[in-house]
C-alpha cells in the first residue's frame, strides 16, 4: 500500500498563490499530494489543467479535485446548476490526470431521507454516464458530510457508490467525528470502505470544532480527532491512501502526519 499526503489547495509558503507553484511547493516540501480547490467556483481552463498535469505527473504529485460548493442535489430546481458545477470539475480532472472529485452532496431540507437518497443517486447516475460517454478516467467523490442537515452519511456514500458506476467515496475523518457528537472508530469506518474494493481511497482530514448541530469550523492538529490511531490503522490495509490536510494550516498539518507516518515505520519514497 501506498500514502500520498498533501494539502487541500495552494500552500501557504508557496510563492505564487496559483495551481502550478503549489504543485512544486508540495514537491519541494516531501509531499506527494495536492487538491485543487474549485469551492468558490471553476476558474481554470483546460489549456491549464493540462499544464497543472504535466506539472504534477512531474514532480510525482497525485492530484484531486474539490468541486464548487454550491452544490444541492436534493434540490430539484438546484440539481442541473449543480451537476454541471461538478461536471466543469471533471473535465478539468480529467485533463490533469486527476482521479477524485469532492463534492458535498446537498442538504435534506424538507424531503425525508429516502426521497433525498434517489434524487442524489439519479443525478450521480446522470453524471456517471456523462463521465463515460467523455471517456474521463474520474470519480465522483461523494464526501462523508459534518453537519446533521446534510445528505452524506458513510452509509449513504457508500450504498450510491455500490449503485452507481465511478462513483466513490471520500472519508472526511474531521466531519465524521463531529457528525457524530465526538467519536470516531477508525477501525469501522475503514472496514466499511472495503465493500466497494478500492485500490485507492481518498480521505480529508483535520481536528475540527463541533456543536449539536454538527461541524462547526476546521482547527489545527492541537484538537480532536487524534491522528495517530488513524495513521496505524490505516497501515493495515492493503489498499492506497491519500490523506489531504483541511486544517488552516494546510502543509505544516501535512507535515506532521507525515512526521507521525514515518515514526510508526511508513517510509515515504
Given at each position: 500500500?501506498?500514502?500520498?499526503?498533501?494539502?487541500?489547495?495552494?500552500?501557504?509558503?508557496?510563492?505564487?498563490?496559483?495551481?502550478?507553484?503549489?504543485?512544486?511547493?508540495?514537491?519541494?516540501?516531501?509531499?506527494?499530494?495536492?487538491?485543487?480547490?474549485?469551492?468558490?467556483?471553476?476558474?481554470?481552463?483546460?489549456?491549464?489543467?493540462?499544464?497543472?498535469?504535466?506539472?504534477?505527473?512531474?514532480?510525482?504529485?497525485?492530484?484531486s479535485v474539490h468541486a464548487p460548493y454550491f452544490i444541492n442535489l436534493c434540490n430539484p430546481a438546484k440539481v442541473k446548476e449543480s451537476e454541471k458545477r461538478i461536471m466543469d470539475s471533471c473535465e478539468r480532472a480529467h485533463y490533469m490526470g486527476a482521479k477524485f472529485v469532492a463534492f458535498h452532496p446537498g442538504f435534506y431540507?424538507?424531503?425525508?431521507?429516502?426521497?433525498?437518497?434517489?434524487?442524489?443517486?439519479?443525478?450521480?447516475?446522470?453524471?456517471?454516464?456523462?463521465?463515460?460517454?467523455?471517456?474521463?478516467?474520474?470519480?465522483?467523490?461523494l464526501e462523508t458530510t459534518g453537519k446533521h442537515t446534510q445528505f452524506g452519511t458513510l452509509e449513504e456514500n457508500i450504498k450510491i457508490s455500490k449503485e452507481v458506476k465511478n462513483c466513490g467515496v471520500v472519508i472526511d475523518f474531521a466531519h465524521i467525528y463531529a457528525r457524530q457528537g465526538g467519536k470516531i472508530d477508525y477501525k469501522k469506518v475503514l472496514d466499511s470502505i472495503e465493500v466497494l474494493k478500492p485500490s485507492l481511497v481518498h480521505c480529508h482530514f483535520s481536528n475540527i470544532e463541533f456543536t449539536m448541530k454538527g461541524e462547526k469550523r476546521h482547527l489545527?492538529?492541537?484538537?480532536?480527532?487524534?491522528?495517530?490511531?488513524?495513521?496505524?490503522?490505516?497501515?493495515?490495509?492493503?489498499?492506497?491512501?491519500?490523506?489531504?490536510?483541511?486544517?488552516?494550516?494546510?502543509?505544516?498539518?501535512?507535515?506532521?502526519?507525515?512526521?507521525?507516518?514515518?515514526?510508526?515505520?511508513?517510509?515515504?519514497d
Open positions: 500500500m501506498k500514502i500520498y499526503l498533501g494539502p487541500a489547495g495552494v500552500p501557504v509558503s508557496a510563492s505564487k498563490h496559483n495551481t502550478i507553484s503549489g504543485i512544486e511547493t508540495v514537491a519541494k516540501l516531501g509531499l506527494n499530494a495536492m487538491e485543487v480547490e474549485f469551492v468558490q467556483g471553476v476558474k481554470m481552463g483546460n489549456d491549464l489543467a493540462k499544464k497543472a498535469g504535466e506539472v504534477a505527473k512531474k514532480n510525482g504529485i497525485l492530484l431540507g424538507n424531503l425525508a431521507k429516502e426521497k433525498a437518497y434517489e434524487l442524489v443517486k439519479n443525478a450521480c447516475q446522470e453524471m456517471s454516464e456523462k463521465i463515460r460517454a467523455n471517456g474521463w478516467d474520474v470519480f465522483l467523490g489545527v492538529l492541537d484538537h480532536k480527532p487524534d491522528f495517530e490511531p488513524l495513521a496505524k490503522e490505516m497501515l493495515k490495509r492493503k489498499f492506497d491512501i491519500t490523506i489531504i490536510s483541511e486544517s488552516p494550516i494546510l502543509e505544516q498539518d501535512s507535515l506532521k502526519m507525515k512526521k507521525i507516518f514515518e515514526k510508526l515505520g511508513y517510509r515515504f
